[in-house]
């Protein structure tokens, strides 16, 4: 099936799938997707299991303003094909808190170099890139990762740099992570 055909029976599913309720209640939330049509997460990790990994529809996906298209590339991308400068990319186009989750839970938190990134993000002077650090440091540690002293306290000094930030999302995070240490 060549990558413009499995794009469109997504679509398909995504359409069949779609719950106008939950769209309705997360527009009122805030949540601004140029298409958003309310599918829950099982239902979402359902659709992708009827689908291969692939790359170019991932990217595919990726590229479109719809919450679930967005949530499905980190479902669809292979881990083999998702470089570190691929990763970068993504964490500067990521729309809101919610696709970060997301792509933290499904597919950065496979990475081989998800530390290191995790890591670099949260020195980062841009918001999404520290938010996305200490949602993927968290999940590490979740996943059982395991820190020596020096990066555990490079991961403190991070987490308390961020206490006082304006952005609800990124203090929630640190905080959590901070948690997660004790």
């Not at 099936?1 to 499995?6: K, L, N, P, R």
């Not at 990790?45 to 298209?69: T, Y």
């Amino acid at each position: 099936m060549s990558t413009e055909d499995t794009i469109r029976e997504i679509k398909q599913e995504l359409r069949a799938n779609m719950n106008g309720v939950a769209s309705q209640r997360m527009r009122e939330a805030g949540l601004a997707y140029h298409v958003n049509f309310g599918i829950e997460l099982p239902r979402l990790r359902q659709i992708a299991s009827e689908f291969e990994p692939c790359h170019e529809v991932a990217q595919q996906l990726w590229h479109e303003n719809v919450r679930e298209s967005k949530m499905l590339a980190a479902m669809l991308m292979p881990t083999e094909r998702f470089y570190p400068e691929l990763a970068d990319i993504w964490v500067e186009q990521m729309p809101n808190a919610e696709i970060a989750q997301m792509t933290v839970m499904n597919l950065f938190s496979r990475l081989p170099y998800a530390a290191e990134k995790a890591f670099e993000w949260m020195a980062s002077e841009q918001e999404m890139q520290q938010l996305c650090g200490f949602l993927l440091i968290a999940r590490l540690l979740i996943q059982g990762g395991e820190l020596n002293e020096r990066s555990r306290q490079e991961l403190i000094d991070q987490a308390r740099s961020v206490e006082d930030s304006p952005n609800l999302h990124l203090r929630k995070a640190a905080q959590n992570v901070l948690q997660r240490l004790e």
